[in-house]
Every structure is written in structure tokens, then in C-alpha cells.
């Protein structure tokens, strides 16, 4: 992965492997050894993590002792049907607001993939108040993926962003080195909304690490 993002030129890229409530996914001791990875790697700088699972519409987050955190640069949390009891569009928003708020979450990773019914007003609202960022997942609007909803549900998040001037970051969701970086189904949507280059925190380091508080690797 980080001789993929040093071809691509990259300076900083992002690894977060699925917490143990996904199926198949790593025991937690993968994010326990996490200090022995060194955070610069082919000139690139790593930020090592987790995406986070939010359970229920209480927000709860699975992996979340002290010791794993500890070891962790960088946390996404995200809804996946296969670990999420979810509720009511009304109680889903709930779930995810409290994990926007949590101070463990850097990142809400693919709120528009349609995992649950959300209402995007409010979660964008409490994205701005907790600088928390929002992700427009580009693997999720692939068509392969058959996520229906997608692609409308990330447009009703971009637009509402550009109205309150609230920050997106792109995610690849590249679960292969091939994939680093690539927004291909990402940045139409860009487009069709107008949405402003200046509120989108890829490739701007300083904005990013400021504005979310996560340590710049060495």
C-alpha cells in the first residue's frame, strides 16, 4: 500500500483495517502491535488505525479500550449490516450522531452506502459542530457493489455540505494496493454538484490535520 501511494506521489496515507466486529476481519492484537509499524514507509507518511463499527442506534463503538486506541493515529467508525441493530431512520441518526460526537472518531466512514436509513441534515450539522469529517466512499457508488441508494444519498450529503460549508474527505476504500487513491466514481458527483475544491481535505495536509486534530506521522 505505501509503495502504491508513493507512485502516486502521495505524502500521507491512511490504513484502517475493519474492527473484530466484521466477520473474518483482525483479532485485536493486529491493532495492539501497531507501534512496531514504522509511520514513514517509501516516503510516504502512515496514519495506522481502525474503521470503527457503530452497533446500535446508541452509537456504541466496538474496539474501543484504551490500550488499542492508544496505538491508533487515525479512527473511522462506519455502519456495516453485518455487526448494525439498527432502528427507525430517526434512531439511526441518533446512533450515528453520538458516534460523530464521540472524541474517539476522526472520520464517519461511507454514511451514504445505505447500510441504514439516515437523515443527512442532522448528521452534517453534527459533522460541522464536532469536526468530524464525512466520507464520500467512491467504491461504494462502483456499480459491482449493487449499493442502490448510493449515489443519491452521497449527492443529498454534498449539497447539504457545500450549503453549510462543511469539509468532506474522499475515500477509495481500497482494499488492494491498485485501488490507492482511486475516486473514479467519487468525483462526477464533485462535479454534478459544484461542490467547492476548497471543502475538500485531500489534498490539503494542513487543513486536515488542523481541522480534525490527528497527529502528523514523522
Same mark, same amino acid.
Not at 146 to 163: D, H, M, P, V, W
Not at 181 to 198: H, I, K, M, N, S
Given at each position: 500500500m505505501a509503495q502504491a501511494a508513493a507512485n502516486l506521489g502521495l505524502l500521507y496515507l491512511g490504513i484502517t483495517e475493519h474492527a473484530p466486529s466484521i466477520p473474518g476481519t483482525c483479532n485485536p492484537i493486529y491493532f495492539r502491535n501497531l507501534h512496531v509499524v514504522p509511520r514513514n514507509i517509501c516516503g510516504v507518511g502512515l496514519l495506522l488505525g481502525a474503521e470503527l463499527n457503530i452497533l446500535d442506534t446508541q452509537g456504541s463503538l466496538d474496539l474501543a479500550d484504551d490500550?488499542? %486506541?492508544r496505538?491508533?493515529?487515525i479512527r473511522?467508525?462506519?455502519i456495516h449490516y453485518q455487526c448494525w441493530q439498527g432502528g427507525t431512520p430517526e434512531e439511526n441518526t441518533a446512533g450515528m450522531i453520538a458516534a460523530i460526537r464521540s472524541p474517539i472518531t476522526h472520520i464517519i466512514s461511507h454514511p451514504g452506502d445505505g447500510a441504514a436509513e439516515l437523515l443527512?441534515?442532522?448528521?452534517?450539522?453534527?459533522a460541522h459542530?464536532?469536526?468530524t469529517l464525512l466520507e464520500i466512499n467512491s467504491s461504494? %457508488?462502483?456499480p459491482?457493489?449493487?449499493?442502490e441508494s448510493a449515489r443519491a444519498n452521497n449527492l443529498q450529503i454534498l449539497r447539504l455540505c457545500k450549503s453549510y460549508g462543511v469539509p468532506v474527505i474522499l475515500g477509495s476504500d481500497a482494499h488492494i494496493s491498485f485501488h490507492v487513491a482511486d475516486y473514479r466514481y467519487a468525483l462526477p458527483l464533485l462535479e454534478e454538484t459544484g461542490f467547492p475544491e476548497e471543502l475538500i481535505m485531500n489534498d490539503k495536509p494542513d487543513f486536515f490535520f488542523g481541522y480534525t486534530g490527528i497527529q502528523r506521522p514523522c
Amino acid at each position: 500500500m505505501a509503495q502504491a501511494a508513493a507512485n502516486l506521489g502521495l505524502l500521507y496515507l491512511g490504513i484502517t483495517e475493519h474492527a473484530p466486529s466484521i466477520p473474518g476481519t483482525c483479532n485485536p492484537i493486529y491493532f495492539r502491535n501497531l507501534h512496531v509499524v514504522p509511520r514513514n514507509i517509501c516516503g510516504v507518511g502512515l496514519l495506522l488505525g481502525a474503521e470503527l463499527n457503530i452497533l446500535d442506534t446508541q452509537g456504541s463503538l466496538d474496539l474501543a479500550d484504551d490500550f488499542c %486506541l492508544r496505538h491508533m493515529d487515525i479512527r473511522i467508525a462506519g455502519i456495516h449490516y453485518q455487526c448494525w441493530q439498527g432502528g427507525t431512520p430517526e434512531e439511526n441518526t441518533a446512533g450515528m450522531i453520538a458516534a460523530i460526537r464521540s472524541p474517539i472518531t476522526h472520520i464517519i466512514s461511507h454514511p451514504g452506502d445505505g447500510a441504514a436509513e439516515l437523515l443527512y441534515e442532522p448528521i452534517v450539522l453534527a459533522a460541522h459542530e464536532s469536526h468530524t469529517l464525512l466520507e464520500i466512499n467512491s467504491s461504494s %457508488l462502483d456499480p459491482f457493489r449493487g449499493k442502490e441508494s448510493a449515489r443519491a444519498n452521497n449527492l443529498q450529503i454534498l449539497r447539504l455540505c457545500k450549503s453549510y460549508g462543511v469539509p468532506v474527505i474522499l475515500g477509495s476504500d481500497a482494499h488492494i494496493s491498485f485501488h490507492v487513491a482511486d475516486y473514479r466514481y467519487a468525483l462526477p458527483l464533485l462535479e454534478e454538484t459544484g461542490f467547492p475544491e476548497e471543502l475538500i481535505m485531500n489534498d490539503k495536509p494542513d487543513f486536515f490535520f488542523g481541522y480534525t486534530g490527528i497527529q502528523r506521522p514523522c
